[in-house]
């Protein structure tokens, strides 16, 4: 049976750390290794702690969310960051991504997609809340020259690495992506990592994004 996945809780509401708390440990696949409550306390206590999963919520004192995920993204072994808050402002969203995190998702999501989104980044994956995701999308996809420079980005990929970044488009896994592209799941984890690194890329979710700007899901 493998370890299950370390979190680390980051807001400064007890009242939601109590409850993200609750949820996490609703499953035995997660444990909750330490709470923070605020970012500074958040990157100290991940030093320590070594979480596998850090929930960030962004508006806190002394750092606020997305200062810590930009000083964990730093760190020798950095944690995977899902984003947590009430506040849905694209600035937030680009940021957070920018700054390394790999999940977005509002405070009224249900506990299942929060489970889901930590089990995704555990595995290195990524989990949008699908409400952010459109408006994302809107952003980076409404302006001509940005098409223009993504498919231009687009050129160093090889055929099947733009078939998997249309995969990574429509939000697919890697296990997904190895069933629909007829390939073995290390193949297709390879094919993404890749893909991440010839597009200086942080993360998958940034992938995505170029994905539509560039016009491929159309």
Do not use: C
């Amino acid at each position: 049976m493998s370890e299950p996945i370390r979190v680390l809780i980051a807001d400064d509401e007890w009242m939601v750390r109590s409850m993200l708390r609750t949820i996490m440990e609703s499953t035995p696949d997660i444990t909750v290794v330490g709470e923070a409550g605020d970012g500074a306390e958040a990157v100290t206590m991940a030093q320590t702690l070594h979480p596998d999963v850090v929930l960030m919520d962004i508006r806190m004192p002394r750092a606020d969310g997305l200062t810590a995920t930009e000083r964990l993204a730093r760190s020798p072994h950095p944690p995977s960051v899902v984003v947590l808050t009430t506040f849905d402002l694209d600035e937030y969203v680009r940021t957070a991504l920018a700054h390394g995190a790999v999940g977005f998702l509002l405070k009224d999501a249900t506990a299942a997609d929060m489970i889901t989104a930590v089990r995704s980044a555990a595995r290195g994956e990524a989990m949008l809340s699908p409400k952010v995701t459109r408006r994302l999308l809107q952003h980076f996809t409404k302006a001509a020259s940005g098409r223009t420079q993504a498919e231009h980005r687009l050129k160093v990929l090889t055929t099947k690495e733009r078939e998997v970044l249309i995969a990574l488009g429509n939000g697919l896994s890697n296990t997904d992506i190895a069933t629909s592209l007829h390939m073995s799941e290390a193949t297709a984890k390879t094919h993404v990592s890749r893909i991440l690194t010839k597009l200086s890329l942080t993360n998958r979710v940034q992938a995505a994004i170029l994905a539509h700007q560039a016009g491929l899901l159309d």
